[in-house]
């Protein structure tokens, strides 16, 4: 990991590091992940989002290449069992990692330039909602690239941020029926706020909870906490 070369922005465009910040820390909460980052590549350049300097420095990234390329969700499940990532350096030293997942940051123009990706110490069996999940926290991130927001949460049109949480019985009684679960959901609220005083908003228009109360519209009703 050679070359300084710090620049403010990695190759020229305005990333928001809070969008990326938040992005990993939303990632790391759904996967119980030991870390997470952004990364961008440009043939030899790689810039990661937890360098606290924010710089591009001169270095090889090919996982993150190899998942821009397929522009698909990498998912390892035990990589000390997988051939092709068995002695990966993160593996085979620190943070010696068992479980890989990374999502293509995929632009409108159809390019992948970078990845969002979380890794752990414990292998983690393949989940296609996961995977979906990280996928959209991607997207996210693609969307203020292109959209130049300045990482606020808020546009010039003064619109909020819409947050999907398409797990429903983590926010629900039942979810908050278990401390670990109902510790996540708070942890999720935290890190999805973008500045204190901002409120929260229950989508009461699901299948079956616009009608009439009863014993199971009850058991999901907000508020949880």
């Keep these: 990991m050679a070359g300084d070369m710090a620049k403010s922005c990695p190759f020229g465009l305005d990333i928001s590091q809070a ?15 030991l870390d997470a980052q952004v ?7 790689v810039w990661r989002s937890r360098d606290p300097d924010r710089r591009v420095v001169q270095d ?11 522009g698909e ?24 990692l068992r479980f890989y997942a990374a999502a293509p940051i995929k632009l409108a123009d159809g390019s992948s330039p970078g990845i969002l990706a979380v890794g752990g110490r414990e292998p ?3 989940d296609a909602s996961l995977a979906t999940r990280l996928q959209d926290l991607a997207d996210i991130i693609a969307g ?7 990482g606020s949460g808020v546009d010039e049109g003064g619109a909020y941020p819409l947050i999907i949480v398409a797990e429903p019985d983590l926010f629900n ?12 959901a708070v942890r999720l609220i ?12 229950f989508d009461m228009e699901i299948d079956g909870l616009g009608d009439g109360a009863n014993l199971l519209t009850l058991a999901f009703r907000p508020p949880f906490l």
Excluded: H
């Excluded at 990364?39 to 350049?45: A, L, W």
């Design 60 to 70: 090889v990234a090919p996982v993150a290449v190899q998942v821009c390329e397929k």
């Design 190 to 201: 935290e890190d999805a706020l973008t500045e204190a005083g901002q409120p929260i908003v």
């Design 144 to 150: 203020d690239w292109t959209g130049g927001n300045d």
């Design 19 to 33: 969008v990326c910040d938040r992005a990993t820390r939303i990632a790391k909460t759904l996967f119980g992940a």
């Design 39 to 45: 990364v961008f590549v440009s043939g030899d350049e």
């Design 173 to 184: 009684n039942y979810g908050m029926g278990d401390e670990r679960r109902a510790r996540a």
């Design 73 to 96: 969700v990498l998912w390892v499940s035990d990589a000390p069992a997988d051939p092709e990532f068995r002695n990966n350096p993160s593996v085979v030293g620190a943070p010696f």
């Design 124 to 126: 983690k069996p393949y």
